[in-house]
């Protein structure tokens, strides 16, 4: 069933099926009853457990009693045959009569034990024959998704045990394949694919996040330290001597086997900025991380350094603009046009940009082109939470993400904003916000929410307060631990003991799901799966925060745009 007939599946009965209005059924127009013709008569109201009159239902029992009240009696001989109940796959199910039903309100009820969590239709078809030779004037359809089996599906575990468990099944994700734990990363590169689909198609954001994951899994020994400098060096050394480079930026995608630019759209086939910021933040980590003396170690800081020191951040000021430029093509040139400006996912571009040794911005580029004059700000309040910066009810979840892998918030400011009063702020509005579930998506709760760029039953989308279409992807709620410690627990043990039979897999938890279709995600992505296990991290340690900020460079960067660090 496509996700379109899933999603409003009464769609289909838009012509010629009666849908109700108020407590009675709209009917289409029919001709006027002619000598010979029948009299009709019709369904007045139905119920399905006590919800009343709703053509798609969420949340109904798995037993669940249906009332259908028509306005005339009904051939109690014949009503099986015209009145029917399918399951997703439109398979015919039986149906009983209750014992409380009349000739003109019949009591109907499954015979057997309906699925959890599956989309069921009643359909009364037109023509069911009621006394007097009267017949039903229109078909009807009522449609409805069970209740979630709210079982646990894993034996309980401590907090502690369970987020420890989702570490190292996420990494997975990013291990190479000939690892111990076997894992996804590119076998000729070790660079980390785009998706868990992607064959030969690797992401330079996705890359910089997956080293930075690897980091979290040396600490937890969950590989060893030779091992993971082993994986991050090839990665490294592939990006240094085979990948094609555009003013030392990276573009978007890259063939993990060849090194060549994958293009991301038709005039984006060159360098993406804040994604060569991404993979920078991973390398700097990295090389923070293996600080020994050992050889290895050594080379692999010389490369890190080669590659960062490479990046021409002026560059992409576009001749001297006040403003960074995300893109830049040696076919298209600035074809693109799309300024990096805030709030986004992208202030780790502009603070790497001011921290570069070699091609490093001046403030007047962070204040006019990332904060706009101040026009970054917002102040407004949502869900009862003062917001700082950014979009109305702060967008999606990921631009509380991205930048803060490895920019530690806690304590830091600068003249628009307090970083972790932004964060915080911007989580509690998107937790609210669900916990409201003003569109009234089924599922949508305090253990199930979180809305941010993911995969949907359409593709992929960016899912936020203002663009809210049901789906949720765990990742928002799992990686905003560290600012709702306690909401973000309570998703993760939703996600895992009462959804973990549709949700957890090899590499963690599926990237998203709507429980309105219902529709769960069979993929995982990397930008989604990384910050699960960085921020879980951070927030138990604060281990990619303190290797990040670590950086001299980094410090510098931050004092010179106006950054105060407590």
Same mark, same amino acid.
Request: glycine residues 8%.
């Given at each position: ?9 009464? *769609? ?33 109201? =139905? ?10 239902? =969420?949340? *109904? ?52 034990s309906l699925q959890a969590l599956s ?130 930026a990276f573009s978007h995608w890259i ?60 560059? &992409? ?41 070699? &091609? ?74 669900? *916990? ?72 963690? &938890? ?9 529709? &769960? ?32 460079? *980094? ?7 106006? =950054?105060?660090?407590?």
């Amino acid at each position: 069933m496509s996700y379109l007939l899933n999603r409003r599946i009464c *769609v289909f009965i838009l012509l010629g099926i009666g849908l109700l209005e108020g407590i009675s059924c709209k009917k289409s127009q029919h001709e006027p009853v002619q000598q010979d013709q029948p009299q009709v008569f019709h369904l007045q109201s =139905f119920q399905i457990d006590q919800q009343q009159n709703v053509y798609q239902a =969420f949340q *109904v029992s798995r037993l669940p009693v249906i009332r259908l009240h028509f306005d005339h009696p009904v051939d109690r001989q014949q009503m099986f045959t015209y009145i029917q109940l399918y399951d997703h796959q439109h398979r015919l199910l039986p149906l009983q009569l209750l014992h409380q039903s009349n000739d003109s309100v019949l009591f109907l009820s499954p015979t057997d034990s309906l699925q959890a969590l599956s989309v069921y239709q009643l359909v009364v078809m037109k023509g069911l024959p009621g006394a007097g030779n009267a017949l039903l004037d229109n078909t009807y359809a009522m449609n409805w998704i069970t209740v979630i089996d709210s079982t646990d599906k894993f034996p309980r575990i401590s907090d502690s045990a369970l987020l420890t468990f989702i570490e190292q099944q996420t990494l997975r994700y990013f291990l190479d394949p000939a690892s111990t734990a076997g894992g996804l990363a590119h076998p000729v590169s070790g660079l980390i694919r785009e998706r868990s689909t992607s064959g030969d198609l690797c992401t330079t954001g996705g890359t910089g996040f997956g080293i930075m994951a690897i980091l979290a899994g040396i600490e937890r020994n969950f590989i060893s330290r030779a091992d993971g400098l082993n994986q991050i060096s090839r990665i490294v050394h592939f990006l240094a001597h085979t990948c094609t480079r555009y003013h030392g930026a990276f573009s978007h995608w890259i063939n993990g086997s060849t090194g060549a630019t994958i293009p991301f759209s038709a005039l984006d086939d060159g360098a993406d900025l804040v994604e060569t910021s991404y993979l920078m933040m991973g390398l700097l980590c990295a090389r923070q991380y293996f600080h020994s003396a050992d050889t290895a170690e050594q080379v692999l800081r010389q490369q890190i350094d080669s590659l960062w020191y490479g990046v021409e951040w002026t560059w &992409f000021q576009q001749n001297g603009k006040s403003v960074l430029y995300w893109h830049w093509s040696p076919d298209h040139g600035w074809a693109m046009q799309v300024p990096v400006q805030g709030w986004n996912e992208a202030l780790i571009t502009y603070v790497l940009a001011a921290s570069s040794p070699t &091609f490093a911005i001046d403030k007047k580029v962070y204040d006019s082109g990332w904060a706009r004059n101040g026009a970054i700000r917002n102040g407004q309040s949502y869900e009862g939470i003062t917001l700082p910066l950014g979009p109305a009810f702060g967008g999606p979840l990921f631009f509380a993400h991205y930048s803060f892998l490895g920019l530690d918030p806690h304590g830091l400011s600068d003249a628009y904003a307090d970083y972790w009063t932004q964060n915080v702020a911007h989580a509690e509005i998107n937790y609210r916000y669900c *916990v409201d579930n003003p569109l009234h998506f089924n599922g949508y709760s305090a253990a199930c929410w979180g809305l941010t760029a993911s995969d949907d039953p359409s593709g992929y989308a960016v899912h936020s307060p203002a663009s809210d279409n049901g789906v949720i992807a765990p990742t928002a709620a799992v990686a905003s631990l560290p600012y709702l410690p306690d909401a973000s627990m309570q998703a993760i043990h939703f996600y895992y003991y009462t959804l973990g039979d549709h949700l957890w897999g090899a590499y963690g &938890f599926a990237d998203a799901f709507d429980l309105s279709v219902p529709w &769960f995600d069979d993929q995982y992505l990397a930008i989604d799966q990384a910050p699960q296990i960085i921020l879980i991290e951070n927030y138990r340690s604060g281990l990619l925060w303190r290797l990040f900020m670590s950086c001299p460079e *980094v410090q510098q960067g931050l004092i010179k745009l106006g =950054f105060t660090v407590h």
